[in-house]
């Protein structure tokens, strides 16, 4: 099983390691990409998250890195601080008992003890762009003597406007360094970037559907924007899901469905932009340990999050693109697990769902929650609306008639209308309005009066 990683060019202490966390046969995208990495040359990938793309580049660079330099000879740069913990929690567990030093580099992360650290031997430096700035300003950071450079989740650095940061960089590293660059997508912008930062660079591509779908079975929920969180709770007490991600479209969202569903009784949290470092660790920290059964996320700070072992994704927001919607459920259906995705689509989302189906070739399941109660308010509403609008006086309009006329009253032929009952006739609704008012004597008097004019000699 070994031989897989060994044909690749890997030493054996570095596949031994592989072992310890039951890694033993490269992904495509590690079979690809390690041997022209290993051969010095730059990389485009495009791969989605789980696919194994951290590990196609770190062991080519624990490969590469010379332990006895004792400066920086690789760098990470990461858009955010969830990624960077992430890969520097893979560097680790490769870098364990042997004479590589690594340093991870991230804003909400105590300053002082980062500079104590780079005063000393550091081979790897994994970061944020803004954090790696500031060492460098502050001359604790040289970058001089950089072999090679990795660009993770590129697309996403230029999404959140780290294009002036990275370039800046960029521009204190050597000409001659080995540059990588992996994006989930490689829209123009990224294109760009990577002929900019890279020479003769070999274009890796690793296909979404055959790396996330097959293995997750996907449905959609129509509902209404009103329902829409009754909808998530019925699904989630359907499913019983062990371990869920449920992605929404803003912070805000993020946080107002949070509490509704620790007001349900989920073990359920947040995790956005506006949380303090210290708070996500100890979010994701939970959320590793299983502490917690939902994680109700943005996709900026989801982006990269590599967790095994989740059973569940829900798009409580829909997506605006077949690539967003592949790179949030692709983190389920691991390892030759089944996962689950289920997406909430409102009547505004149904182009974003047409847009997505027809990017991965097949039409999902549907079922409707909601959606039948708020049909059928429609005709109830109206049918009291009539009630109140016309009420009982239509008795009188399709007969010609009162309905009650009294004593008087007699049913034979259709009486001759005089001119005050033409009056009447010509303004229907104010004659409804004052007979729903008046009374059996009333109606009675008026036809009396009526018949005496119409008889007046002329």
């Known amino acids: 099983m070994a031989s897989g990683f ?25 079979e690809k990409t390690i041997p022209l990495l290993l051969e010095g040359k730059d990389v485009i990938g495009q791969a989605q998250t789980g696919t194994g793309k951290t590990l196609a ?26 990624l960077a913990i992430q890969i520097t929690h893979e560097a680790k567990k ?41 060492h460098m300003r502050r001359g604790t950071l040289q970058l001089k003597n950089l072999k090679i450079l990795v660009l993770d989740e590129a697309d996403q650095m230029l999404h959140m406007g780290f294009l002036p940061e990275v370039e800046t960089i960029l521009s204190h590293t050597p000409k001659d360094r080995q540059t990588m660059l992996f994006s989930a997508t490689i829209p123009a912008g990224v294109r760009k970037l990577a002929q900019k930062v890279t020479k003769d660079a070999q274009q890796i591509n690793v296909k979404s559907e055959t790396v996330t779908l097959e293995a997750i079975s996907q449905m959609v ?39 509704a569903l620790q007001e349900w009784g989920y073990l359920s949290e947040e995790l956005h932009g506006d949380l303090t470092q210290g708070k996500r660790e100890k979010v994701m920290k939970a959320f590793r340990k299983l502490e917690l059964q939902l994680l109700v996320a943005t996709d900026v700070a989801a982006r990269g999050l590599d967790i095994e072992g989740i059973t569940h994704i829900y798009n409580y927001d829909m997506v605006q693109d077949v690539e967003s919607y592949i790179h949030r459920i692709g983190r389920t259906g691991r390892a030759g697990e089944v996962g689950m995705a289920v997406t909430f689509v409102t009547p505004r989302d149904r182009d974003s769902l047409h847009l997505v189906e027809k990017g991965i070739g097949m039409k999902l399941d549907r079922r409707q929650i909601g959606m039948e109660k708020h049909q059928d308010r429609k005709p109830v509403k109206a049918e009291k609306d009539d009630k109140r609008k016309y009420g009982k006086p239509e008795k009188v309009e399709k007969s010609g008639k009162p309905a009650k006329p009294g004593k008087s009253g007699k049913s034979g032929k259709p ?12 303004s229907e609704k104010p004659a409804r309005k004052y007979e729903a008012k008046s009374s059996g004597k009333d109606r009675v008097k008026r036809d009396k009066n009526s018949r005496k004019k119409s008889r007046r000699p002329k």
């Open 415 to 426: 009486k001759k209308l005089g001119k005050s009952e033409k009056s009447e006739k010509k």
């Open 6 to 30: 060994k044909s690749l060019g890997i030493n054996r202490q570095w596949i031994d390691k592989l072992k310890k966390d039951q890694i033993t046969v490269p992904t495509p995208v590690q």
């Open 57 to 82: 580049f770190l062991l080519p660079m624990v490969e590469r890195i010379n332990k006895e330099e004792g400066k920086v000879q690789a760098l990470v740069v990461t858009p955010t601080r969830e």
């Open 94 to 134: 490769l870098a364990e008992n042997t004479e590589l030093n690594i340093l991870a580099a991230y804003g909400g992360q105590d300053v002082e003890k980062q500079l104590h650290k780079l005063k000393g031997a550091v081979h790897l430096v994994i970061g944020t762009p803004g954090r790696l700035l500031d």
């Open 221 to 259: 929920v129509e509902t209404t924007d009103r329902k829409k969180q009754e909808a998530l709770c019925q699904v989630l007490g359907e499913q019983k899901p062990f371990m869920a991600i449920v992605f929404c479209r803003t912070k805000r969202r993020a946080h107002a469905l949070n509490m």
